[in-house]
């Protein structure tokens, strides 16, 4: 009897116990029951937000591609226009030299064409003619090499065009061997004088002062009719100003104005001597 009373605590606990655990796990199903939705929607809208970031991302992976496309286009393009606009003023100056020899050649038959009123009527006195001797028939001429102008002047107008190009596109190394090799293949082709100019400005911008002087003297020298010659003499003036040296730069400013007096590099002359001539004074003094 005793020891059925001191086992019936034990079995009490037990049975409360089994109840607790019991409701405790009621508790949770029914907390699990009452989040489930919750939880369910949550994860519904991840998901639909990682498919949106996926469909914006693959969305944006488009677009940069289309813009890839585009910029390559535009540079296609740019590329082009650079070539075309060396070509156009390659042409230019072809005209324009071809305009100055038609014009000094005017000149010059107009000079020695005599006038009417002082034409004089000469008497030719005839003499009898001598017998000439025939060439022996076994001597054949010299034979003179065939050369192709029209090949070689494209040939020199596709180097002059491609060593520009390379100096507008900042690779001056490139440039320069380019107008160097034109130079020595063509020295004297119809794109020499530019190819000595555009070299002048090609060792500028790798700053060459010194080369960049003889090759705009170059142009000054030996191309008094060049369409870059004026050009030339304000680049040796500014180059003088660099090195100052302020009384060959008013030289050449000088030269140019006179020789080039209604060009718009004269006009740029002009002012630039005024400064030299005239520099401005401080406030005060």
Do not use: C, F, N, Y
């Given at each position: 009897m005793i020891r059925r009373l001191q086992a019936l605590p034990a079995a009490v606990f037990l049975l409360c116990l089994f109840f607790l655990t019991a409701c405790a796990t009621d508790n949770?199903?029914?907390?699990?029951?009452?989040?489930?939705?919750?939880?369910t929607q949550s994860i519904q809208d991840i998901q639909s937000e990682q498919q949106r970031l996926g469909d914006f991302n693959r969305l944006q992976a488009a677009e940069v591609a289309s813009l890839t496309t585009r910029m390559d286009a535009l540079e296609a393009l740019n590329q082009e226009y650079q070539l075309q606009?060396?070509?156009?003023?390659a042409l230019s100056a072809?005209?324009?030299?071809?305009?100055?020899?038609?014009a000094k050649k005017l000149r010059s038959s107009s000079a020695?064409?005599?006038?009417?009123?002082?034409?004089?009527?000469?008497?030719?006195?005839?003499?009898p003619a001598q017998p000439v001797a025939a060439a022996p028939a076994d001597v054949a001429p010299p034979s003179q090499p065939v050369v192709d102008t029209a090949a070689q002047a494209d040939a020199e107008k596709n180097a002059y065009t491609a060593a520009y190009l390379a100096l507008k596109s900042g690779r001056y190394d490139e440039a320069a061997n380019g107008f160097n090799k034109q130079l020595d293949l063509y020295p004297k082709g119809e794109y020499s004088d530019q190819a000595w100019y555009w070299l002048g400005e090609t060792r500028l911008a790798q700053n060459d002062g010194a080369k960049a002087l003889n090759a705009f003297k170059y142009v000054v020298d030996h191309y008094p009719s060049s369409v870059k010659h004026a050009a030339a003499l304000f680049k040796m003036a500014q180059i003088s100003v660099d090195n100052k040296q302020p009384a060959r730069a008013i030289e050449y400013y000088k030269r140019l104005i006179q020789e080039h007096a209604d060009s718009d590099m004269a006009e740029q002359a002009r002012a630039a001597l005024n400064a030299l001539e005239h520099p401005a004074t401080e406030s005060g003094q």
């Open positions: 949770k199903k029914a907390s699990w029951d009452q989040d489930k939705p919750t939880v606009q060396a070509q156009i003023q072809q005209i324009e030299g071809l305009q100055r020899k038609q020695h064409t005599p006038s009417p009123a002082h034409t004089r009527v000469t008497t030719v006195k005839k003499h």
